[in-house]
């Protein structure tokens, strides 16, 4: 029998003034969404906090003293917890920070002096409960670990087995094992690229092993995508088994519709259409649940319902890479109904959630800024912007936007120069970070690097370098790069993402490495995918052998009439796509001709991107400098 959540709360009460387990009382216990890994995502045997609230989202955590019960979350998922939680014993709290710190330092005002908390101290990293003891001991509160979980022993044989989930993905690794379908496709296209550019990469007796092994996972994925209601992929499938965990429904926009790229190139390899319908259905079926007045989306939806629970609409976390996708599966694909989703995607942003002066360049007004709205009415949901944003800029480079993208690009290194790295969050209203560490991303260096190869401006170098210096002067340690805990302080985490070595060594490797294939030849020829993997733009990746019209799609398709004489022929881009440059889009008041990639004049490339009197304006804004009175 499942127990509300209002008796299991009196049970753990129980636990906690038992002395069973500990010597005194105990006022608080603590519980975090983790693993003994400290993993964000975990499988059922270790879904503690939903067990104890009946909370479904992927973050939170819990504070039980003995009257009260909190639950904090960030904002992507309160609409969700709102609608879960029993708030008759359950006091919902918004988690701005995103930080546990930010919690205990709640605690630490909140509770009485000599207060006991409690926690299981194998979900909490060794950094973080040394800085969360700090914290208590100041207000005479004393952290103590406790070995025994009390979650677990209310759980008892309801609990799942480990064997039972250890094999299931979530739906962020939904999206990180498109990312490795990515890798096996992109590595199996150098190996067998006939005029191998970077050099010889063939692997003698090689027979499509890797293409094997991409074919092999993605039909371990197939079944999440299988019978869904609103053809949104289950965030939840078993690898071995092919059973669907319809314990959660909550996905993002991002993790639902970015497997388009890697599953429609291995659809096109294989000659099987089945991977790019399911991947693209998702794609349409996100589309179509944009709000019909804004034209905007939301960054979580619910698999089953179709009913948004994250109703912020941005360009950064959960949302990012669906945009990014949109405009080059274009470019890889020629269907121009991507191209078309893209543009309309663009004027909605550029209509509710840019900020400031008509055209950047001017130096009259407000610098421009991408602001979070609701998406269903426009209006400014929070005052911060978050570090996967400065990727946009990249993409606002392969639309031909480059004024844009500058400015953007600007916005981000003054944020950069403020700090010496990039918080993963930065309130542009107080001038300072929401949530303040900082993993090694490679957004903004990505941007760098696009900038710099469609303008060539010298200026991109210097941004790289003082990217390169700082690196190494805050985050590099003994054993490699260590993410930075507090960008006010440069305390370090002991860990390094793996997008570390993949992505952002790789982009500034490549600003720097001007005799590269790619940067000499390759900038029409090749596209990276969200995690930076290169794809040559083959003529066999425009080719299908199955009917367009089967496949649901934004508008009519028609069948590209290119005939090309070498399936590994590689496209230019900027040949095949000469018809885009009629396109006009209107950006507010402001027209803007595109293509992809296009530099700019050749007069401008020794000068800065920005006037002085702009990088001087950014400075004040982000809070590099103190505004004059």
Known sequence: MTLSSSILLNHLRDLMKSKIYFKDIIDTYIVPTADPHQNKYVVDHYKRLKFISKFTGSNGTAVITDKEAFLFTVDDYFLQAKQELDQTCWKLMYDQMNDNCSIINWLAKDLKKNSIVACDPQLVSIFDWKEWKKILLQSNIDLIPLEINLIDLLWNNQRPSLSD????????????????????????????????????????????????????????????????????????????????????????????????????????????????????????????????????????????????????????????????????????????????????????????????????????????????????TGQLATTWIDALQASFSAVQVLRGDIDEAICLHALYYSIWRKFGVLPERFNWQIKMPD????????????????????????????????ILDNLNLYTKVECGFATVHDVRDKTLED??????????????????????????????????????HIIPLMAKLRQKVWNLNEMTSYIENSINKQIYTNENELININRDIIKVERNIISIKKKTVNETSCRSRPISYQHQLPLSANLLYQLDEMVGVITSQP
Not at 282 to 306: C, E, F, H, P, Q
Request: aromatic letters at 12%; a negative charge.
């Open 165 to 376: 989930t250890s094999i299931s993905i979530s739906n962020n690794e939904l999206q990180n094992s498109s990312n490795v379908l990515g890798a096996l496709l992109s590595a199996h296209l150098l190996i067998v690229d006939p005029l191998q550019p970077f050099g010889n990469l063939r692997i003698e007796d090689y027979d499509n092993e890797l293409l094997d092994l991409a074919h092999d996972l993605a039909s371990r994925l197939l079944p999440a995508f299988e019978n869904t209601p609103q053809g949104l992929p289950y965030p939840r499938v078993n690898l071995m088994t092919g059973l669907v965990d319809g314990s959660r429904n909550d996905t993002s926009t991002a993790g639902a519709g970015s497997l388009s790229l890697e599953f429609s190139i291995l659809s096109r390899l294989v000659g099987d259409p089945v991977y790019e319908q399911v991947a693209r259905r998702a794609v349409n079926s996100l589309w179509a649940k944009r709000n019909n007045v804004t034209g905007l989306l939301g960054s979580v939806i619910d698999v089953n319902s179709g009913e948004w629970l994250g109703q912020l609409s941005g360009l950064g976390a959960g949302i990012d890479s669906f945009f990014e996708y949109l405009l080059k599966n274009y470019i890889l694909f020629g269907d121009e109904s991507d191209l078309h989703m893209f543009d309309d995607a663009y004027r909605s942003v550029t209509q509710y959630l840019r900020r400031g002066r008509v055209n950047c360049m001017d130096e009259e007004g407000i610098h421009p800024i991408f602001v979070n709205v609701n998406m269903h």
């Open 435 to 466: 949530v303040l560490f900082y993993p090694l991303r490679p957004e903004f260096i990505e941007s760098t690097y696009f900038l710099y190869q469609a303008t060539k401006n010298p200026f991109y170098l210097h941004v790289g370098r003082d």
């Open 495 to 532: 860990r390094m993402e793996s997008f570390f070595l993949s992505e952002t060594c790789k982009y500034l490797y490549l600003l720097f490495d001007e005799d590269n294939y790619l940067n000499q030849h390759g900038a029409n020829h090749y596209i990276f995918t969200t995690e930076a």
